[in-house]
């Protein structure tokens, strides 16, 4: 009664001043029979106009305050009869009731209007209160999602923490994540059901964008969309959300690099509107899950982008291989064979031309074998021929020092990913011989799941930095482009360690 800045109605004011006049007037007539006398016990009737004036308005105060200073004059002289108000004692009684009347009422009304004031900036408190409780919890959701996207996190678990991050801050039952085809149809990338329900969204799945509903219509405007009641609309879409028993819902279009890429959709079992601050607090999220996918693309682009380079700097080395094989290689031993025959045909007595002539067969053997070698490190031709196993023994025979080889490969990789481990331990094997004067090596190559992990480790100097160095950074640039990684580990003095994992795919 106190909170309220309005009196109360009048009825139940009527009805409550009755009452107390009522029973004050019994008490009062007690009272009397049982004293004898009627002067003291008109404060009975200030009970009664106290009630009435801290919770009705100043004209109930009023007549209270006349109708009980009337029934207190009435009452007093019982049974006999006489004017009302007629002795002083009656106007001061009337006079005390009706400053207590007033002064009570102003104190009600003053205790009304602060307890309200109180009581409207509590809620206003716990209104802001709530409003920064939420802002603080979305706050932290884009905090999470913008910490996976820094990692580069790949973009399907992005697309799910977003769902289950959106559905947490709007307190929806369903929030789901779609991608626009250019056939016209809708990929489901990511979605969050109601935790009881028993029929799930399938993500992957492709639906057609067709009929009324709020991901055709974002698709048809690149505007965010909205529909209070799922029940009337037609198409593939709206049945599959009336099937997991949604009624309302929120979707707002997802730009990557002003390309409409997909749309987010928020929905509700309930049959009334998301609040009208729904595709405001969904946009927040879509330009992180926007930035994710520019992200991925770009990651993707560079990746295919790098592959294609080392796919054209092999193919090089690999025409060049075979120009030095087939054409220089070839000459110098063809060559060889000619100087050869000649001096089977020099006389007996011409033995320094001789000497000189097999001196020339000898040199030109050497540069064949020489230019051999030189082919051999162009392309590793035995790599891409006999495998990357025979390829790895056969480094480990020419390596200065002694080597230790473990293969144990389930099966053949692609060529570029046994070009690329085979290039990796070429180098490890160079810099253990020539630079960290390493006594032996260790090479060990196996398969774990699809994956091909290679290591090479040695006993040298270490100390090996893989920011400087061309030989390590095109290794590293060369695992990347393939998907792949390429950690180096060198503590000085304690030898250096490659490893590197390359997936199937590459």
């Not at 929030?175 to 935790?195: C, G, I, Q």
């Not at 007996?348 to 540069?367: C, F, I, N, R, Y």
Request: charged fraction near 20%.
């Amino acid at each position: 009664m106190l909170l309220s800045r309005i009196p109360l109605p009048a009825a139940p004011g009527i009805a409550v001043a009755a009452g107390f006049i009522a029973v004050e007037t019994v008490v009062l007539l007690l009272l009397k029979k049982l004293t004898g006398t009627d002067n003291a016990f008109g404060v009975l009737y200030l009970i009664g106009v106290l009630v009435i004036a801290t919770g009705w308005g100043a004209g109930m105060t009023a007549a209270m305050a006349v109708i009980s200073a009337i029934a207190y004059a009435h009452f007093r002289r019982w049974p006999d009869h006489g004017p009302v108000l007629a002795q002083v004692q009656d106007w001061v009684f009337f006079f005390v009731v009706a400053v207590v009347a007033l002064v009570a009422h102003a104190l009600a009304r003053t205790v009304r209007t602060r307890a309200a004031d109180a009581e409207q900036r509590r809620q206003q408190a716990e209104a802001s209160r709530e409003a920064l409780t939420a802002l603080a919890d979305q706050q932290a959701a884009l905090r999470r999602v913008a910490t996976l996207v820094a990692r580069r996190t790949p973009a399907s678990e992005i697309f799910s923490a977003v769902a289950d991050e959106l559905a947490r801050c709007l307190a929806v039952t369903d929030v789901s994540l779609w991608r626009y085809e250019p056939d016209k149809t809708a990929t489901l990338m990511a979605a969050h059901d109601y935790p009881g329900q028993t029929q799930r969204k399938p993500v992957g799945s492709r639906w057609p964008v067709d009929g009324e509903n709020i991901i055709a219509a974002v698709a048809d405007t690149g505007r965010p969309a909205r529909v209070d009641d799922n029940e009337n609309l037609v198409g593939a879409i709206p049945t599959l959300i009336r099937g997991l028993g949604l009624r309302a819902g929120v979707a707002t279009p997802i730009f990557v690099e002003r390309r409409l890429w997909g749309a987010a959709v928020a929905g509700s079992r309930e049959a009334r509107p998301l609040p009208p601050d729904t595709e405001q607090r969904l946009g927040e999220f879509t330009e992180l899950v926007a930035t994710s996918i520019a992200n991925a693309e770009a990651q993707a682009a560079l990746t295919a982008s790098r592959a294609r380079i080392v796919a054209a700097a092999d193919d090089a080395r690999r025409r060049l291989e075979r120009d030095l094989h087939d054409g220089a290689q070839q000459r110098l031993v063809s060559l060889a064979l000619q100087l050869r025959s000649i001096e089977a045909q020099v006389p007996a007595e011409l033995e320094p031309l001789k000497a000189q002539m097999s001196d020339a067969v000898a040199g030109l053997t050497a540069a064949s074998a020489n230019l051999r070698e030189i082919a051999r490190g162009i392309h590793p031709a035995i790599a891409s021929s006999g495998g990357l196993g025979p390829a790895l023994k056969d480094l480990a025979r020419h390596c200065p020092i002694p080597v230790k080889v473990r293969v144990e490969l389930k099966a053949r990789f692609s060529e570029s990913a046994e070009v690329a481990a085979y290039y990796v331990v070429a180098e490890a094997l160079t810099n253990a011989a020539r630079h960290a004067h390493a006594s032996g090596v260790e090479i060990d190559a196996h398969t774990n799941g699809s994956d091909l992990v290679l290591s090479v480790r040695d006993d040298g100097a270490g100390g090996a930095d893989s920011n400087n160095g061309s030989g390590l950074i095109g290794l590293i640039d060369r695992v990347e482009a393939l998907g792949g990684q390429l950690s180096v580990l060198s503590p000085p003095g304690g030898g250096t360690t490659l490893r590197a994992t390359i997936p199937s795919s590459a």
